[in-house]
Structure formats: structure tokens, C-alpha cells
T-cell receptor, first 112, second 117 residues
Framework: AQRVTQPEKLLSVFKGAPVELKCNYS??????LFWYVQYSRQRLQLLLR??SRESIKGFTADLNKGETSFHLKKPFAQEEDSAMYYC??????????????FGKGITLSVRP | DTGVSQNPRHKITKRGQNVTFRCDPI?????LYWYRQTLGQGPEFLTY????????KSRLLSDRFSAERPKGSFSTLEIQRTEQGDSAMYLC???????????????FGPGTRLTVT
């Protein structure tokens, strides 16, 4: 079974502070990991995926297979980063459908 | 193409009534997913279509739930004899076939919020 754990529900920081949103996963194979973001009154949208190894809006995330983690980081938070963030996993097993398994999400609040 | 659309956006119904939601995916996306999201939870997978074929259903999808995608384009999700526990946000997502990089990006609709009274 695959599972995604986001241990915190809320993270509140001041503008300019570093941010780390934690994500741990449980999966027997080699998964694909994603971070999705939902801004206020907007739909869920992809922020980044581990295979791209890219930085989006200053956010990065590294897949650590040893610790089964995919934490999302940003060195200097901005007020516009305030949103709900979901970590998600997809199976890469051949023949598996590409459904996403989501964590419960974390609210990031960046104060001025 | 403005993305995945869902109708209605909100639905209030009385317990025991039937409801039907519609999802229009992004054109040419052959994969379509339904998820359900309750308060304080992330989206949970319900069912998946590739073209018109329903290939997987979650155990969350009881016999009262049925989904169709008759022509491989739009999809409907029907809930019969609604219960208060069905109150949730129902999300639809679509994705293209495998991208060159081997990853599937799912594009989500705005959701239909169901309230069963």
C-alpha cells in the first residue's frame, strides 16, 4: 500500500524566513513524488515533481529514498506563498494507473 | 481551452436524493480521474478512466456511486440515495498520455462541493 504523511497541519512564518514543509512516504517500489499547491479560491495545481529537479517559485524538493522523504523548501518565504500544500505520490509500477495518493496537506501562512 | 471544468460548482441536496456531477477534461486528455476531498484531508482517489474505459475503482466507491465516460470525453459521477457522509468536494482531473519525461501531470478542475442535509 502507498501512503503519504504530512506530519504538520500548519506552518506560520514571517516573510523572508526559510520554509520547510515535510513529507514522508511509504511505498514498496520506486515512486514518483509531487507537490501540489492550492491558493485561496483557486484549484489544485502542480508545483513541482521530483523527476524534474527544478525550482519553481523558489521552491525545491529533493527525493531522499533512504529517509523516504520529499520535503519542500524555500530559503525566503514570500506572502504570496501562503496557500495549502499537498504532497502526492504516484506508483511507477508497470501497468499501474497513474492515480495520485495525497497527504493531508499543510497550510503555509506567511506573515508580513 | 480553459482547463478542466466541473458542473455544478455547488450542490445542496436532501438525504436520499440522487445527484449527478459532470466533468469536462482538457481536450485530447485521454485519462480522467475522480477524487473526493473531505474537510482536513487530501484528495482521495475514487475512479479512473482511460478513454471510455473505467479501469479502476477505489473501495471508497460504494455501489451507490457510478461513473461514466461514454465517448471518452466528458464524464459524469452519479451518487444514488445520498447520505450525509457523502458531503465532500468532488474533484475531477485529467492527464495526457505519458509525457516524454515519463511523468503524468494531472490537471484538476475546480471541484463540485456537495452538501447533503
Amino acid at each position: 500500500a502507498q501512503r503519504v504523511t504530512q506530519p504538520e497541519k500548519l506552518l506560520s512564518v514571517f516573510k523572508g524566513a526559510p520554509v520547510e514543509l515535510k513529507c514522508n512516504y511509504s511505498y514498496s517500489g520506486s515512486p514518483e513524488l509531487f507537490w501540489y499547491v492550492q491558493y485561496s479560491r483557486q484549484r489544485l495545481q502542480l508545483l513541482l515533481r521530483h523527476i524534474s529537479r527544478e525550482s519553481i517559485k523558489g521552491f525545491t524538493a529533493d527525493l531522499n529514498k533512504g529517509e523516504t522523504s520529499f520535503h519542500l523548501k524555500k530559503p525566503f518565504a514570500q506572502e504570496e506563498d501562503s496557500a495549502m500544500y499537498y504532497c502526492a505520490l504516484r506508483s511507477t509500477t508497470p501497468g499501474a494507473n497513474s492515480k495520485l495518493t495525497f497527504g493531508k496537506g499543510i497550510t503555509l501562512s506567511v506573515r508580513p | 481551452d480553459t482547463g478542466v471544468s466541473q458542473n455544478p460548482r455547488h450542490k445542496i441536496t436532501k438525504r436520499g436524493q440522487n445527484v449527478t456531477f459532470r466533468c469536462d477534461p482538457i481536450s485530447e486528455h485521454n485519462r480522467l480521474y475522480w477524487y473526493r476531498q473531505t474537510l482536513g484531508q487530501g484528495p482521495e482517489f475514487l475512479t479512473y478512466f482511460q478513454n471510455e474505459a473505467q479501469l479502476e475503482k477505489s473501495r471508497l466507491l460504494s455501489d451507490r456511486f457510478s461513473a461514466e465516460r461514454p465517448k471518452g470525453s466528458f464524464s459524469t459521477l452519479e451518487i444514488q440515495r445520498t447520505e450525509q457522509g457523502d458531503s465532500a468536494m468532488y474533484l475531477c482531473a485529467s492527464s495526457p498520455t505519458k509525457l516524454a519525461g515519463g511523468s503524468y501531470e494531472q490537471y484538476f478542475g475546480p471541484g463540485t462541493r456537495l452538501t447533503v442535509t
